[in-house]
């Protein structure tokens, strides 16, 4: 087939990758399938004459590289033409690319589509133009624009450029007031925020990307954001009845800030109790914010290594055969730099019926050391009374679900496996007793496997070669490193480390990097808090400038008004510190709840991540501190002619 292709060289993924080099594969991966192929790299402002070139060429098949706008100019190019066209994802989002289960990785997704097959998509337009994916309205798509006018730019044009950009978002208060005709001359008229129309309707299953249930079926979904959260409203409330409060109830924190002078300064504030709520609540929802990043953040992170880790068994696998097995290297393995833990475990195959599955003998009390064992391995929940059940049967077995279902298998029941025998090499029958349900278990595949006591194994085999040793370590790759050169005498033996693996493998939500995004929003996150303190604690003292004078004019000294000014603060801070950690953690966990049927193994609790949470408390106080200073040493003297002028 005759082949055009047409790449943006300033698409998002691209940005990362050597477009020349890129450019270079294509062409190889769709010639080897025995395509012909013409390809040209241009920039974004030569998009459309340089698609407008390939159209006009006729080919078979018009390849587009770029995100969902370069895609979308393509097709619209190839409405009513016999041309196909081909999507190859270097966006940053990639919807359509998603929902046609294109690889994310260019060079995957190239291989992908060199042997793809032929199939029909819905075009939907609106204004005269089409739309693949969907058609939004309202601060959205202002948002999308400006992050498009921005990319490539260089470093500070794009910082100054961002920084309008969350001005524009702070500001937005507009609603759009909408009429939406349906089927059956039904008419609805709504208020909202921002308003979605998608080009088929989106799947309700969790999803990280959301993708459609079908790209053929000729409807129209339409979403729409309402309104504003109102979590900040209830903060407010509750600091505001707090600070009510605080003139009967004794606060221990005045104590620390106000000392003698706290009942003084409890009945100020508790005057002042709805604009400090306010700022309080402000905070709360900046605190929230930057919690609730962190908090998935840390969760996502972690189930992304133990993603890796339940494919490579532990930090260091070292794999060998039953005629060369790695545990018989078991001492010299021990040895090896950082190696905390090492421990010996059998691979080997038993046939269940007429199913071949892959059998571990294992050491129920000694795996712990070396690998995590997670309760979402086991149907009970418990890893550790599994293995506790397992070590205490000595013929037990644990059977993958599959299976479980297969023989409609009871606790207790016997199982009669046959394995090969180290004496005649044939396969024996070996009575096994069920014990338990297993879902995962490190190295084994996803669909059927079998635990069982590896001490049982090499008695009724006659073999104790034990295939596999894994291994923990703080520096899995320089601890393969010299385990590779340890071990280097037997080609039999193979090893492979966490980070190499991790690598290459991806759970279905882990495969997407979210490290850079995270990584901007936990900075923001901390400038927010900042700003977002210095700004209420700021303006509250600015509210009270004459106030705070008239005390100083009558002989305050300098310590009785920084026991108002740090009491304001401080209750400030504090409340909302609380409030906005309630609001991040409970966010993290929707998130991840929503989400667990799709990380695999699913996580067991949210992962709070200490180390921001105490950044944040210290960047608070600072920032808290500083404008007490600030404050305070600006009204150390008052000039009363000037009070009187006010």
């Known amino acids: 087939m005759r082949i055009h292709a047409v790449i943006n060289r300033k698409a998002g993924s691209a940005l990362g990758y050597s477009v020349e080099q890129l450019a270079s594969e294509a062409e190889a991966a769709f010639k080897e399938a025995g395509h012909e192929m013409e390809l040209h790299v241009v920039e974004p402002e030569d998009i459309e004459a340089a698609l407008d070139e390939a159209v006009a060429a006729a080919p078979d098949i018009l390849v587009a590289g770029g995100g969902d706008g370069t895609i979308r100019c393509a097709a619209s190019r190839l409405l009513g033409s016999e041309i196909a066209l081909s999507v190859l994802p ?64 260089p470093f500070w044009p794009r910082v100054g450029g961002y920084l309008r950009l969350l001005r524009t978002i702070v500001a937005s208060r507009r609603h759009l007031e909408l009429s939406i005709d349906g ?306 005498s037997d080609p039999a033996l193979k090893v492979t480390e966490l980070g190499e693996v991790r690598s290459l493998i991806s759970s279905s939500l882990t495969e997407v990097s979210l490290s850079a995004l995270t990584n901007v929003e936990l900075v923001f996150g901390l400038l927010l808090i900042g700003a977002a303190a210095g700004l209420v604690v700021g303006l509250g003292f600015a509210e009270r400038h004459r106030t705070f004078a008239i005390l100083t004019a009558l002989g305050a000294s300098a310590s009785q008004l920084g026991a108002f000014l740090r009491s304001e603060a401080a209750l400030v801070a504090i409340a909302g510190l609380i409030f906005g950690a309630v609001t991040g953690l409970a966010v993290a966990w929707m998130l991840v709840a929503i989400l667990s049927g799709v990380f695999d193994p699913p996580p067991e609790a949210v992962t709070i991540p200490y180390g921001y949470l105490a950044i944040v408390v210290i960047g608070l106080a600072i920032v808290a501190a500083t404008v007490v200073v600030a404050f305070q040493h600006a009204h150390a003297r008052v000039d009363p002619a000037a009070l009187k002028a006010e």
């Open 90 to 153: 270097l966006g940053t989002v990639n919807r359509l690319a998603h929902d046609l289960s294109i690889p994310m990785e260019p060079r995957a997704a190239l291989r992908a589509l060199a042997s793809g097959v032929y199939r029909e998509i819905d075009v939907a337009e609106v204004n005269g133009e089409i739309f693949l994916c969907n058609s939004m309205l309202g601060l959205p798509s202002e948002i999308s624009q400006e992050r498009q006018n921005l990319r490539g730019r």
């Open 183 to 488: 089927d059956e001359k039904k008419s609805r008229r709504v208020r909202v925020l921002s308003l979605a129309v998608s080009n088929n309707v989106y799947k309700r299953e969790p999803s990280l990307i959301f993708t459609r249930e079908a790209l053929d079926q000729g409807t129209l979904g339409v979403y729409m954001a309402k309104s504003h959260s109102g979590l900040g409203l209830l903060w407010v409330r509750l600091s505001r009845r707090a600070l009510i409060a605080a003139r009967r109830v004794r606060i221990p924190v005045l104590r620390l800030t106000a000392g003698d002078l706290a009942p003084t300064v409890a009945a100020s504030l508790s005057r002042q109790a709805s604009r400090i709520a306010r700022g309080a609540g402000l905070l709360a929802l900046a605190v929230g914010f930057a919690f609730s990043t962190a908090a998935f953040n840390a969760t996502y992170s972690g189930q992304a290594r133990v993603d890796a880790e339940l494919t490579n068994g532990a930090d260091v696998n070292v794999t060998g055969t039953t005629s060369s097995p790695a545990g018989a290297k078991l001492g010299e393995i021990a040895k090896a730099t950082g190696v905390r833990a090492a421990v010996r475990m059998m691979h080997r195959y038993a046939y269940v019926g007429a199913d071949l599955q892959d059998l571990y003998g294992i050491e129920p009390t000694a795996i712990g050391r070396v690998t995590t064992m997670a309760n979402a391995y086991f149907a009970n929940g418990d890893a550790k009374a599994a293995l506790a059940t397992l070590a205490a049967t000595p013929d037990g077995i644990l059977v993958s679900e599959e299976t479980v279902n297969d023989f409609q298998l009871n606790q207790g029941d016997k199982l009669n496996l046959r394995l090969q025998s180290a004496v005649d090499h044939q396969y024996h029958v070996v009575p096994f007793t069920f014990v338990g349900v297993v879902r995962e278990f490190p190295t084994a595949p996803k669909d059927s496997f079998l635990v069982a006591n590896a001490i049982y194994v090499a008695k009724a085999t006659g073999n104790d070669a034990r295939e596999v040793v894994l291994v923990r370590s703080p520096d899995p790759a320089a601890t393969a490193q010299d385990l590779k050169s340890v071990l280097a």
